[in-house]
């Protein structure tokens, strides 16, 4: 993270190995969310430089989307968790994906959108999006 008062960078989380994906998520007071190669997602509470929990994923993390209430995160494998953050360490719903390699989620609440509320959209290198 760059802090802009002091005009310096500042470590804020940390995995065994190359973190993929990073997202603030909406909630009670807001979290840093990454997702990691390691097969792991963590939250931060960035004040502190610890994780509030680690969550095992079912293989390495390659996309996030989050819309509160909602954190989606598509791993290797065509894997996609949902997690519900008001019980961010529940893995809500369990899918697989059918594109070949997930590289993008976009997750649509009850904002204007041609999307069914509470949706979510996945793409992958293989040119297939599904809603």
Request: charged residues 20%; positive net charge; proline residues 6%.
């Amino acid at each position: 993270m760059f802090d802009t008062a002091i005009g310096k960078p500042i470590q804020v989380a940390q995995h065994d190995a190359p973190v993929k994906c990073v997202a603030w998520v909406e909630g009670h007071s807001g979290f840093l969310a990454t997702g990691s190669w390691d097969k792991t997602m963590k939250y931060w509470d960035i004040r502190t430089q610890r994780p509030v929990a680690t969550i095992p994923l079912l293989e390495r993390c390659y996309a996030f989307g989050s819309e509160y209430p909602w954190l989606v995160v598509g791993t290797a494998g065509q894997q996609v968790q949902v997690f519900d953050i008001k019980s961010p360490t529940v893995v809500f719903k369990q899918v697989n994906s059918r594109s070949k390699m997930t590289r993008a989620i976009h997750c649509f609440t009850d904002k204007p959108s041609r999307a069914p509320k509470d949706s979510y959209a996945v793409g992958g290198i293989d040119g297939i999006v599904s809603v």
